[in-house]
């Protein structure tokens, strides 16, 4: 059972073009979102977050937008950079004292041409 | 220092080795992960330590043994692998609750 999905497995963008990837899940629980980067033979790198008291969270040319209701997040780069191409995986976890288990999504390869 | 170091960076060993996979942090961080990620598929948890003790383990086989000396260093022992355990080895470490994990390079483990 999938409880994050990335329905698209790879997307292919112009450079100062906007790149849109979608995530969505199945756990009411979940009540904090990131997003990571990550490079081939490298760990994941933390992109940006968002709570589910928000349905917006900014950071330079990151924006995540969270619809609860529709259990839905995606994340907006613009504009890209060729330095954008990567992984990326959204993910998703449910409030804990100390010691959150991260649920990923099978994660979205993106590739901005020149 | 912001980072989590992973050692070593690459490993090859036979399914009748031991051998032990190291993770270090300084951010103060009280939570510390292992996740393991095959080609193509996401991090998939393993372990986590909170507190210096374990308080999840995803069903792992206890092939995979992990410890956690202290706040700082966590380590997975590694005995009687199979070929099929060949993945990225990541550790991360949090904070707390709902922030976003540090993740190490990870060490890339070849099971021969």
Known sequence: ?114 | DTEVTQTPKHLVMGMTNKKSLKCEQHMGHRAMYWYKQKAKKPPELMFVYSYEKLSINESVPSRFSPECPNSSLLNLHLHALQPEDSALYLCASSPSANYGYTFGSGTRLTVV
């Open chain 1, 1 to 114: 059972d999938q409880q994050v999905k990335q329905n698209s497995p790879s997307l292919s963008v112009q450079e100062g073009r906007i790149s849109i990837l979608n995530c969505d899940y199945t756990n009411s629980m979940f009540d904090y979102f990131l997003w990571y980067k990550k490079y081939p033979a490298e760990g994941p790198t933390f992109l940006i977050s968002i709570s589910s008291i928000k349905d917006k969270n900014e950071d330079g040319r990151f924006t995540v937008f969270l619809n609860k209701s529709a259990k839905h997040l995606s994340l907006h780069i613009v504009p890209s950079q060729p330095g954008d191409s990567a992984v990326y995986f959204c993910a998703a976890s449910a409030f804990k004292a100390a010691g959150n288990k991260l649920t990923f999504g099978g994660g979205t390869r993106v590739l901005v041409k020149p």
